[in-house]
Structures are given as structure tokens and as C-alpha cells.
């Protein structure tokens, strides 16, 4: 069944939200997991929602399609009366007033009865009369079905072709664009109104004097300019409306693209990267902008030779001719315009990165008086821009200047021409003036179309740029299905791990075997570069081993959902990042239907409260970019309140107090000490202070395990020298 589009049209007016208050209660996502389960495909609720762009925390019935193929489902809403409703086509979800929702399992036409689910009360299957749902129905029901899986071997890898993603969005508003060209075939045909008019004013009203015919070719020309302004803008807004959907679906599947990417194939450099990302606007305005309409009129202009031919015959040569010099010139320069193009493009991201990085690390900068450097670099890379926009605006520029000069050199033509088949006696005076300006309704659509070479190559190479990110593989391979996991006991067991970054040769982790019991509380320590952090991006699925295993309670974490994985983790990475937003924004941080008892819980337990009661904002108080207006242990205390949010049966904290005042510490270690009992604890730490909350140590050096065992048998060997690293 396919999925429906653009359903910002339809009045779900009973489905909005009001204001910024959070919803707890999401019909639309407890039907998709009740829907997964009656046919199979069991989900969690956070792998369907995991990255979607939900509004105040619940799904829409804009983003249900999108939701309900992470459970391998696909989708349509539909306006239909009940009774309407085919049998066959259930279960289906009706669409209820006040932002409810049920399930249709089945219903009784002769009773006048429906078999309905309602998610949010776990009631099971209720028989209610049709007329007491009809009070509160909408009219839309969603239709859902299995999405039917292909075998990987059957799979034609390259059937989409490397732009897919692209051109199958546009071609899905296939109908819009015929009727584009509808309208720019009756369009075209009413140009030729305004020769054949003037032939007839010059050639038969003002000979005869026809007064009464002037008035009747008047008023059908006028009747024909009306019609024509009518036909263009209903195709500008055709134009607009195809446009404005295929950017919110393909700038839409793009950010999601890029948030899904595997690490391994992070960008090096994140300004280049966003500056990468912004070169869809090149496609987006060539797609929505006069350019689309230019290039659908050059067909046309086959139908404009032919008029001329019509009324002048041999004279349709000078305007084949100034065609054929002006797309040899504009063809002469497009591989030297091609290549200012793209180094162009190369250049302004190299430009963009360089921003980014100064603008990040301002502070370093002036701490060690860095600014010269940048601003060499900065202007190197404006310098080089430059110099090539320059060429690429001369080249493009003078395709300009000569299809100017060939379209007067070619009206100038015709006019000699015309004069000599006038005095011939083969046109007549007025067929003249008509192909004089026939002439401009030829030789300007094909020199449009010319002028556009620039704009065509950003596009293009945007387009190309777009296609290499697109192509990178992602943490959820489309087709792909994980195993669903309510809970996870916390047992971790890594086995004959080996891995090197990308871009690397030297491992990181060599051949490390280690195993968890749920419930153990570990340490892992080591110098500088030993994989203690590696080992957590491992367990957290950041990363996939290039050998070996990393399992949770038994299965090997790449069959379970990343989202489902993480949620069950709580992470305190060696680097906090924060985002600008309050301090309540940061601590909940990905999940949803939170309340203010587990914020404060977190916080209290974090010693998030601690600064917090002292600012008048309280946890509306504001963090800065990237965390900025807190200090590094403030931040370290988001993160911790962040990780211990929801209770998660793991937890993995990699250097969480190294910004922290031994007090903050010491308070947060005796509340830690509580809270961790029963549950799986990883600690990386260089701060023997800590050690406390643990029971087994795991030494690494170069990747490898060199001591594993109770902490006090441990720790004694490296204080007797036995061990060291």
C-alpha cells in the first residue's frame, strides 16, 4: 500500500497541538506497536520514534508514515466514511476527535456494530455501537499493511541508480509536472496569437478597411491574453507547490541520512561537511525557481520554427542558423566553465571549515595567538575563490553577451531577408512583422536555457556532492530488521575485538576478550590511548569491530536497534556536549513523556541541584552554545543527571568527574554509591578516588587486557610493581 504524501493539505485541524504542552499520551504510536505485533514485527517505542522530528513528543499524522515503516510497515490516510471501509483492508486506525485515535479490528454491517481497540487504555477488543464512534469520528483513517520484504539477493543494489533518492521524489509529482506541460503547450499556442494578429490587422483590416473585424480579432486576442495570464500563474503555483514538497521530503530524508550515519564515515572536517549539506539549496532553487519553466519551454520552440516556416519558408534558416552558433559557443565553454564550477565548490567548503573551526575554538585561538594563521588561511581560500568565481562569472557572462548579439544579428537578418521576399512577392508585409516577433519567441526560450549553464553545474555538482553522502552507509540499513528487546540484565561480553579508526592501521583494540556479569561493577584504567574510551564507543554500537564480538546478555549488539540499545545506557562521555537550550532541555535530552519528579530525581542525584537552586532561573536557566555558560563540572553534572534520567540498567561513565572539585566529587560518589547497586557499571577513570564504587579492575595497555581481577588483588600488584603500564 503506498504511503501517502503531502498531508500538510488536509484538515487534521482535530489533530493539532495547542501551544508547548508535552504530550504523554500518543495514540498514533501506541497503534503502530499494537499494529506491529498483530502481524509480527514487535517494536519498541523508541526505535519508532528514534530521530523523527516529533512535536511536543508525540507522533502526527504527518509523521505517522514515516513512524510506522521503522516497524516495517507501510501506510496511507484516507478520507472514508465507516461503512465505507472495506473488511478486507482491516485493521485500521480511525482518526478520533480530540487528538484520539482507535483501532478497527472488524464490524457487524447488519448490527450496525464495530470491533474497536483503543491503544491508550490496554483494554483489549470493546464492541460499540457505529453511531457512538461516527459522533466523534473525523473522517480519516490510516490503512495499514506488511511491507513486503525483498531477499537481499533479489535485490538490484543499483536499480535506483545513484540519484534515487532524488529523482524518485520528483518523479512521484509526475502528475503536477504534466500538468505543467499542459499549460505551457496552451501557452505556447497563445504566443502565436500575437503574430497572427498583427498578420491580419496589416494584411486584411487596414486593405479593407475592416472595422468590424479589427473588433473581433481585438476581442479574441484580449480573451486569449486573459486565458494565457490565467494558464501562467497556474503553472508558477504548480511549479511552487511540486517544489516546496519535494524539498520538505528530500531536505527532510537527507538530515535524517546524515543524523544515521555510521562513524566510520563521519566527515573529517564538519564545516566542509555543512557546507556540503547547504549546496542543496543550488538543486532546491533550480528545481522551484523560473529555471524548471525555461527548460520545459524549449520543446516548444519547435512549434514557433514551424509558424515561421508556415508564413516565410526559406526564412526559418537564419533562425536555425543563429541557434546552431549560439549552442556551439555556449557548448565551447561549459568544460572550462565545468571546472571553475567545481573548484569553485571545493574551495567555499574549505572556506566554511575554516570558519567553523575558528569560530569553535576562538579561545584557543587567542590564547595562543593563532589569529595570524587563520587569517592567512582565510584569505588563501577567499583569495582562490575568487579568482575562480571571477572566471566562472566571464564565462557564464559572455554566454550572455552573445546570445544577446546573436538574437539582434538574427532579428537584423530576418528583417533583410523578409524585406527581399517582400519585394519578391513570397510574404506579405504583415507576415513580416509576425515573423519578426516569432523570432523573439525562438531565439529567447533557447538562449534562457544557455544562460542557465551555471546554475545547471551548481546543481549538479550539489547533486553529486548530495549522492556520495546519500550512498554512506547508515546505523539502520533500510530492509534491515533487529531484534526487539524489552530489557537488557546488563551482561557484556566482548570477544576477540579488534579495532582501528577509519583511516588508521595501527589497532586501537587488539584481539581484547572481556566479560561482564550483570550486575558487576567495573573500572577499566590505563595510560593515555590504551582503548579504555574506544571500548565504550564499542559497547554503545558508536562503532562496529573490524573483528570479532560485542554482545549484550548474549546477542551481538549489531541485531539489536541502535536506539534501543542506547536506551538502556547511560552514557557520561569523556567529552560533554551540551546543546543551547535550558538546563531541563539538556537533562532530557532524547526522551519522552518525562515529568518534573524524574528531572528532579536525576538532578538531585547528579548534584545538578546544587547550582541550580542558586540561580533565580532555576532549571530554565539558560547553558549557552555548547555549554559554554557552565563551568566543566557543571556541564559533567548535566551529563550525569542526563545518563541516570531513566534508571537505565547499564551504566558507562568515562572520566565523569576530571572537571569536578574533590567536594562535588565526594558527594556525587556517595550518591552514585546508592543508585548503582543491581546494575551493570563501567567506569573509566584516572582519579583513584573513584575506585570506591567498584569491585573489579581491568587494566589495558596498547589494546590489550594486561590485568583483570578483584580491584583489591589489582591494585595491590601495582602498588608492589608487579604490574605497570
Known sequence: MGTQAALDEQPFDGWRLAGDTDVHNDPLLDSIILLARLHGRPVSRNV?????????????????????????????????????????????????????????TAMDREAETLTVVFPE???????????????????????????YKISEQNIDKQADGPGGWFWGVLFSSWRTYRDVLIASLLINIFGLATPFYILNVYDKVIANAAYETLWVLTSGILIIYFFELLLRGLRGYFVDEAGKR???????????????????????????????????????????????????DLPFV??????????????????????????????????????????????????????????????????????????????????FISRWGAKARFLSNSVNHVSGFIRNTTLVAVVVVGV???????????????????TRRVINPMSQVVNLATRYHQAKEALASLNRIMSKPVERPQGKTFLHRTRFRGEIEMKNVTFSYPGTTTPVLNNLSLKMNAGER????????????????????????????????????????????????????????????????????????????????????????DFVKKNPLGFDMQVGEFGKGLSGGQRQSVAMARALLLDPPILLFDEPTSSMDNKTESGLKRRLAEIIQGKTCILITHRASMLDLVERVVVLDAGQIIADGPKESVMDDLKSGHLSF
Open 48 to 104: 519508532v520514534r528514534a530521530g523523527l522530528p516529533l512535536v511536543n513528543n508525540a507522533l502526527t499524522v504527518e509523521l505517522f508514515p514515516r513512524a510506522a515503516r521503522r516497524a516495517g510497515l507501510s501506510s496511507r490516510v484516507l478520507r472514508q466514511a465507516i461503512l465505507a471501509i472495506n473488511e478486507l483492508t482491516l485493521p485500521a486506525i480511525l482518526l478520533l476527535e480530540g487528538r484520539r485515535a482507535c483501532l478497527l
Open 121 to 147: 487504555t490496554g483494554m483489549g477488543e470493546e464492541k460499540l455501537p457505529l453511531a457512538k464512534i461516527e459522533e466523534v469520528y473525523t473522517g480519516f483513517a490510516i490503512f495499514v499493511q506488511p511491507e
Open 246 to 296: 519535494a524539498n520538505l521530503i528530500i531536505s527532510a530524508a537527507l538530515f535524517e541520512r546524515v543524523l544515521g550515519l555510521r562513524m566510520e564515515v563521519r566527515p573529517k572536517s564538519v564545516g566542509a561537511f555543512a557546507k556540503n549539506l547547504q549546496r542543496f539549496d543550488s538543486i532546491r532553487d533550480f528545481i522551484t525557481s523560473f529555471s524548471i519553466v525555461t527548460v520545459v
Open 302 to 383: 519547435f512549434l514557433g520554427l514551424f509558424a515561421i516556416w508556415y508564413l516565410a519558408g526559406v526564412m526559418v534558416l537564419v533562425h536555425i542558423a543563429g541557434m546552431v552558433i549560439l549552442v556551439a559557443y555556449a557548448a565551447y565553454v561549459q568544460v572550462p566553465l565545468r571546472q571553475a564550477v567545481q573548484r569553485t565548490f571545493k574551495a567555499s567548503a574549505q572556506k566554511n571549515a575554516i570558519l567553523v573551526e575558528g569560530l569553535s575554538g576562538i579561545e584557543t585561538v587567542k590564547m595562543h595567538g593563532a589569529e595570524s594563521q587563520l587569517q592567512r588561511a582565510w584569505e588563501e581560500s577567499v583569495s
Open 420 to 438: 527581399y521576399l517582400v519585394l519578391n512577392g513570397d510574404l506579405t508585409k504583415g507576415g513580416l512583422i509576425a515573423c519578426v516577433i516569432l
Open 522 to 609: 567495573v573500572v577499566l584504567i590505563g595510560p593515555i590511548g590504551s582503548g579504555k574510551t574506544t571500548v565504550g564507543k564499542l559497547l554503545l554500537g558508536l562503532y562496529e569491530p573490524t573483528g570479532g564480538m560485542v554482545a549484550m546478555d548474549g546477542t551481538d549488539i549489531r541485531q539489536i536497534d541502535p536506539s534501543e540499545l542506547r536506551h538502556f545506557i547511560g552514557c557520561v562521555p569523556q567529552d560533554v556536549n551540551l546543546f543551547s537550550g535550558t538546563i531541563r532541555d539538556n537533562i532530557i535530552l532524547g526522551t519522552y513523556g518525562v515529568d518534573d519528579a524524574d528531572i528532579l530525581r536525576a538532578a538531585e542525584l547528579a548534584g545538578v541541584t
